[in-house]
T-cell receptor, first 113, second 114 residues
Framework: EPEVTQTPSHQVTQMGQEVILRCVPI?????FYWYRQILGQKVEFLVS????????KSEIFDDQFSVERPDGSNFTLKIRSTKLEDSAMYFC???????????FGQGTRLTVV | GNSVTQMEGPVTLSEEAFLTINCTYT??????LFWYVQYPGEGLQLLLK?????DKGSNKGFEATYRKETTSFHLEKGSVQVSDSAVYFC?????????????FGQGTRLTINP
């Protein structure tokens, strides 16, 4: 089965530093997403991306966050100046179209110290 | 707004016991419903789904039926195994301007003892 891949699997960064989380969605998918899961809490939607622009974002996705599809294969999430509370598991997902099955990556565990 | 409420965990059962994890939802329209599973140290995996009322999703011995009248999608398994120990998330899918957005419940941690 095709899969979404995320790198790195675990990233440790100092507070205030910029981080970029990388994702390679499934090649024929058109919709891309980031979700996050703070340890022990629910999975929360961050942002959806289609046709090279953000289609929806949550209130969590403030000016410190940005997403980009820099080439035909990667989809990145950037956090400009990390805070302790950004520590979480970040999941990338992609889907072929509306209402179709979304595939999740294995996640990147971000630890801000 | 759209929301999902799951049975509070953790749930601890003995092997071969019957499992039910309750899930109810609030949504406009007719969302698709999902159960995801997260095994220790791993990411989210789709377990099963149902896209319309009265549909039954099933996989690996797990089942859930989309009940519009009770806005529920309870997860059941007749005989659980130790390997079923994981966190289970109920979710609904909404479509916003062509893109989908999953709304997750808070997760239910399941532990199966041998």
């Amino acid at each position: 089965e095709p899969e979404v891949t995320q790198t790195p699997s675990h990233q440790v960064t100092q507070m205030g530093q910029e981080v970029i989380l990388r994702c390679v969605p499934i090649s024929n998918h058109l919709y891309f997403y980031w979700y996050r899961q703070i340890l022990g809490q629910k999975v929360e939607f961050l942002v959806s991306f289609y046709n090279n622009e953000i289609s929806e974002k949550s209130e969590i996705f403030d000016d410190q966050f940005s997403v980009e599809r820099p080439d035909g294969s990667n989809f990145t999430l950037k956090i400009r100046s990390t805070k302790l509370e950004d520590s979480a598991m970040y999941f990338c997902a992609s889907s072929e179209g509306t209402g179709t099955k979304g595939f999740f990556g294995q996640g990147t565990r971000l630890t801000v110290v | 707004g759209n929301s999902v409420t799951q049975m509070e965990g953790p749930v601890t059962l003995s092997e071969e016991a019957f499992l039910t994890i309750n899930c109810t939802y609030t949504a406009t329209g007719y969302p698709s419903l999902f159960w995801y599973v997260q095994y220790p140290g791993e990411g989210l995996q789709l377990l099963l789904k149902a896209t319309k009322a009265d549909d039954k999703g099933s996989n690996k011995g797990f089942e859930a039926t989309y009940r519009k009248e009770t806005t529920s999608f309870h997860l059941e398994k007749g005989s659980v195994q130790v390997s079923d120990s994981a966190v289970y998330f109920c979710a609904l899918l909404t479509a916003i301007q062509g893109a989908q957005k999953l709304v997750f419940g808070q997760g239910t941690r399941l532990t199966i003892n041998p």
